[in-house]
């Protein structure tokens, strides 16, 4: 039935190891570990044994190689990831705040993620998708924009599907042309995936059920509301699923809401039912925050039963 692809950032992640000064003191680092949201969201795909695949651009650099190697590792095709010898892969130096907050410092800007383009390889790959999954943080660059933009209609057409996590900052929804893309992916949605701040920024109602409402009138199919450790809710035409959080030690949040969200897509694809999914995704989520890297807690099938099997849930 055709890979699930996405399309955006490959970049590694290096740490702090104390809350205290942040970076402006030596301190000893930890990393680096593979990182950006689409690149975590995809290797959990191909983690659960679902063909998957990605468009990106990389440095010909061991920070590349180290992600290349990982996705590769996991089953992910990385044929549509561009490898660019004068360009650097990029990164990010993340450190605790002593409020638990998380400051980052960037190395993007001029890094191969700027190089992304809609080579012949990312042509084929896209043109033979099962479904594509959107990332919000990516729709301010042009190219992915356009990727995005040419993609939709055929796959639709080839009865398709569709996924999108907003992962956006208030900022892109300030201009109009922002906006504008972000409302015409959501109207072949099948599948959303906001936290909770984020719903906000897609409706004008303040009452979660109303915000919900209105999306669901706007022909967005399903809606999964990630809440953190509170767990997750499904909302579609035929009402609303609850699902509560597993009750695990936090040591690293990043990458929960990418696992979270390739799980659940997987599983209904798989044909499980919303409670298997949101349980299977929970799981997912909850082991990816136990341990540092984004991408070091992804899991396979068996590591989510052993886990839902071993840990219980909040009350
Ligand atoms: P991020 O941007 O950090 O990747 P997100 O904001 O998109 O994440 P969250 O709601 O933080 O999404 O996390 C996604 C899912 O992961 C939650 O719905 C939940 O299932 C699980 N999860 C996250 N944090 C915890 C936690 N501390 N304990 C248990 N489960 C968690």
Known sequence: EGKIVTIGEILVEIMATTAGNGFLEPQPLIGPFPSGAPAIFIDQVGKLGHPAGIVAAVGDDDFGTLNLERLKQDGVDVSAVAIH?????????????????RAFVYNMRDSAVGRIA?????????????????MGSGLPVPAIAGMVRSTLPAL???GGTVSFDPNIRREMMRDESGRAIFHSVLSVT????????????????????KAIAALLDAGVKEIVLKRGEAGASHFDRNGRTDMPGFVVAEVDPTGAGDCFGATFLVARRLGKSVLEALRYANAAGARTVTVQGP???????????RFIAQTSVRT
Do not use: W
Not at 118 to 134: D, I, S, W
Not at 190 to 209: R, T, V
Not at 295 to 305: H, K, N, P, V
């Open 85 to 101: 010898p004068g360009a650097a892969t990029g990164s990010a130096f993340v450190r605790y705040r002593p409020d638990g907050g």
């Open 118 to 134: 809609a080579t012949p390889e990312a042509g084929t790959l896209l043109a033979a998708a099962g479904h594509l999954h959107v």
């Open 156 to 158: 639709k057409a080839r």
């Open 190 to 209: 099948d599948l959303f995936l906001p936290s909770g701040e984020e719903l906000s920024l897609f409706s004008d109602e303040i009452d979660e059920a």
């Open 295 to 305: 991408m070091e807690g992804s899991s396979s099938f068996a590591d989510l039963d």
